[in-house]
């Protein structure tokens, strides 16, 4: 049985993957990009004993296999991004990029709070980090 704490996460994490793909869809990415973090600022790297990460963490991937829209790594990390905001957790978002084949260019996004990968863990090692926003707070 979900417990009212984990429903909780779960409808916010719901609510703000359609908030983030609203956005992406809408916003340039300057605009988006001033609210997740300074850029080339990282968060600390030390271990946060929380289980607030791990309840997000769960929240997000839940949520996004209920979601109206295809759930992508950027709607969730700047989901997994706000809810760690929100609950005064530093964390860093990153972009990165991948070559596929002799011209293309695969995209990826995802989240670090502490030592904890929150969002994106999959595949993120094939990954050159292009960009990271985080919190110096």
Request: proline share 2%.
């Amino acid at each position: 049985m979900i417990s009212l704490s984990d429903y909780k996460n779960l409808l916010e994490a719901w609510i703000l993957l359609h908030i983030s793909k609203i956005c992406i869809l809408f916003m340039p990415f300057k605009k988006i990009a001033g609210r997740i973090g300074k850029l080339h600022v990282e968060s600390s790297m030390l271990p946060i004993n929380s289980v607030k990460i791990n309840d997000i963490e769960h929240a997000v991937r839940r949520a996004s296999r209920f979601t109206v829209h295809t759930s992508k790594c950027y709607d969730k990390a700047l989901t997994g991004k706000f809810m760690l905001k929100r609950r005064n957790l530093p964390s860093t978002i990153y972009f990165g990029l991948s070559k596929d084949g002799e011209n293309g260019l695969n995209a990826h996004a995802w989240v670090r709070c502490g030592n904890r990968i929150v969002t994106g863990k999959s595949g993120m090692a094939k990954f050159t980090v292009i960009a990271a926003f985080g919190d110096s707070f």
